[in-house]
């Protein structure tokens, strides 16, 4: 029951997303739709091949695409300085470390853990932007901030799991639950959001 529920919620999200374009047409709103697409497709893929000996393969790609539409929505929405320098030369700096480590197997562990750092960097540095905007007035009704909200409590409190996951190779299934549980919580977040924000990204 609660896998079925946990592709439901994301399936809900990239719905009401498509559904709601018109409403927050942007370059931001359309990385986060093509974002939540790879998302749920990439875990059905997955959850079929869950044996694969090619599914390690597969979910290190997914990586390199996760990593690179939250760079971009970031990119076109923040207004700063400082954050759009940060995630260029951030974006950089992952996209040299995940080529050099299509040669050496041995950092492909490390890829997840690092995309969830940088990417918190770049959630904290938008809502440090927000925080010293006008905008800040509206941040309940501003859907930037529920999908920033949503993004930083999956990325920041995955973290631990992940090293737990990938550094000390603890695959209990537990751990798994838990993703699953923090990824509903963020799908949960995604959906009040897009339900409850009224603001147009103009971005």
């Given at each position: 029951m609660?896998?079925?529920?946990?592709?439901?919620?994301?399936?809900?999200?990239?719905?009401?997303?498509?559904?709601?374009?018109?409403?927050?047409?942007?370059?931001?709103?359309?990385?986060?739709?093509?974002?939540?697409?790879?998302?749920?497709?990439?875990?059905?893929?997955?959850s079929?091949?869950?044996?694969?000996?090619?599914?390690?393969?597969?979910?290190?790609?997914?990586?390199?695409?996760?990593f690179?539409?939250?760079?971009?929505?970031?990119?076109?929405?923040?207004?700063?300085?400082?954050?759009?320098?940060?995630?260029?030369?951030v974006?950089?700096?992952?996209?040299?470390?995940?080529?050099?480590g299509?040669?050496?197997?041995?950092?492909?562990?490390?890829?997840?853990?690092?995309?969830?750092?940088?990417?918190?960097?770049?959630?904290?540095?938008?809502?440090?932007?927000?925080?010293?905007?006008?905008?800040?007035?509206?941040?309940?009704?501003?859907?930037?901030f529920?999908?920033?909200?949503?993004f930083?409590?999956?990325?920041?409190?995955?973290?631990?799991?992940?090293?737990?996951?990938?550094?000390?190779?603890?695959?209990?299934?537990?751990?798994f639950?838990?993703?699953?549980?923090?990824?509903?919580?963020?799908?949960?977040?995604?959906?009040?959001?897009?339900?409850?924000s009224?603001?147009?990204?103009?971005?």
């Open positions: 609660g896998f079925y529920f946990f592709y439901l919620v994301q399936l809900a999200t990239g719905l009401l997303a498509i559904f709601s374009y018109k409403k927050y047409a942007s370059s931001f709103f359309k990385y986060f739709i093509f974002y939540i697409f790879c998302s749920f497709i990439s875990g059905i893929f997955m079929i091949y869950i044996n694969d000996s090619n599914n390690w393969s597969w979910f290190i790609f997914y990586e390199f695409i996760e690179n539409s939250v760079a971009l929505m970031y990119y076109h929405l923040s207004k700063e300085e400082l954050t759009i320098k940060t995630i260029k030369y974006s950089i700096g992952f996209n040299g470390f995940y080529l050099v299509i040669f050496f197997a041995v950092l492909q562990s490390f890829i997840p853990i690092l995309l969830g750092i940088l990417v918190s960097v770049f959630f904290f540095l938008y809502l440090r932007e927000l925080l010293n905007s006008s905008r800040i007035f509206i941040f309940r009704t501003d859907i930037t529920w999908i920033t909200i949503g930083l409590t999956f990325y920041l409190v995955s973290i631990p799991f992940l090293i737990l996951l990938f550094v000390f190779d603890l695959k209990d299934k537990i751990i639950h838990i993703f699953q549980t923090i990824l509903t919580v963020t799908h949960l977040t995604f959906i009040i959001g897009l339900l409850c009224k603001t147009t990204v103009k971005s």
